[in-house]
């Protein structure tokens, strides 16, 4: 038994033959298929000629082996590199060149790369990688790993448009996980209702490792569909979502205290979850939404409590282990440190000086307060960010491509409250002169450059964008002039 974060997955695991997770449309499986799964896949991925701390990038759809893929990297040592489905072909190139993995694991659609060695891996969980598991034997003794290691490299946009490269160790996804799994009293008993992608920390990290340290079991669901997740949640007792999740389900005439009775916990996190969305829901189930707040780069900061009171607009307390505090006075910027988090950029050594203090802690770009009681509050992103639908979109790489389409002279993309997606991506765009205004033509050029979830829900016609004396465009201005877009 050698391996930082696998060894405390077996040991908390239950009997080989309970449920580990299963769903609509996946063969359900046990946590003793789960070992001999992950086992001949770490054998697979060995034959190839992997070694400790090659990275392995996986571009699919959400299906349980993908996730299995995940577990049998971490048992072999190597890194594993999650992207988001809806990324474009020239996205994954800049994503294999920076990370060099030594090998992709994609869907067939996207197989013929040739630069790089591809196995494929369907919706359905078919494809070449599985062919080479099925041969291999089911016995793998797990690679040597340390706390210090790396196990996966999650990739975060940055405000210049570049994608950076979260380095997570084996010490940072176990001991957030462990932390979790306690916060939220997290059981045997317990099945997890997972509605999340499993490309970002929320759905692979928060979600599937707490279920793990805990010997829980998972209610695995392809998608977030509010009719699908009312289906299923029957089955389970606790949710992990983004607000999206709950404005949605509150729209949804199935939602009642009935529906939600026999529910133990409803948690939110990676976007704000509004207080009112909060209030409408205890309202309307009986169940106070528990928010939470993290990143990509820290694993999870800081969590409402379970006993006690839930307090809507806040993200709750510093979880056990984690240090936080607020620089710059009584709003600043939140800064945490501990195990929790990275451990740095992917060979960006001038990032990660720029986004870690000299005394370990790491710049959220979350400003934020800390009230009379203890409990963390967000007030905005110190950088422009938007998230939309719990995604984040970084308007500088939005904004590339739209000034690089003919017409074009400039552009501002800003995010605008939007009923359903949190905030909706806004773009002003300024044409050049003698040009005619297609707003439908422009959005179909942005389709071809850009993953859905970063289109502009709206391109604004405007003269001219509003600049400060420095020359910087005021995006506070846009996002007050138009603030009302979306509004119902
Ligand atoms: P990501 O790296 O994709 O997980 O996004 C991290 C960002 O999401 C944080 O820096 C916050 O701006 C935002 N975020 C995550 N959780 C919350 C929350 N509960 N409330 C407000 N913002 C959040």
Known sequence: MSNHFFNAVRAAMPEKDRRFADGPGC????????????????????????KPGDRLAAQTEKCLPALLLYLACVRAGLVYLPLNSAYTRAELDYFLADAEPGLLVCDPDRAGNPSMRALTLDGQGQGSLMDLADSQS????????????????????????????AMLTHGNLLSNAQTLADAWRFTQADVLLHALPIH???????????????????????????????????????????PTFYTRLLAHPRLNADATRHMRLFISGSAPLLAETHRQWQEKTGHAILERYGLTESNMNSSNPYDGERRPGSVGFPLPGVSLRIDGGEVGMIEVKGPNVSKGYWRNEEKTKAEFKEDGYFITGDLGRIDEDGYVHIVGRAKDLVISGGFNV????????????PGVLESAVFGVAHPDFGEGVTAAVVPKAGTNWDEAALLDALKERLARFKLPKKLILIDELPRNAMGKVQKNLLRLRFK????R
């Open 394 to 405: 970084y308007p500088k790489e939005v904004e590339n491509e739209i000034d690089a389409l």
């Open 484 to 487: 009302d877009l979306y509004a």
């Open 200 to 242: 970002h920390s929320h759905g692979l990290f928060v979600a599937t490792n707490t279920v793990l340290m805990a010997g829980a079991a998972m209610l695995f669901l392809p998608r977030f569909e509010a009719d699908l997740v009312l289906d299923h949640l029957r089955g389970a007792t606790v949710m992990m979502g983004v």
């Open 138 to 165: 089911e016995h793998f003794s797990d690679v040597l790993r340390q706390e210090d290691d790396l196990a996966a490299i999650l990739y975060t946009s940055g405000t210049t448009g570049r994608s950076k490269g």
């Open 27 to 50: 063969a359900g499986i046990t946590y003793g298929d789960m070992l001999s799964a992950t086992g001949r896949l770490a054998n697979g991925l060995v034959s190839l000629g992997l």
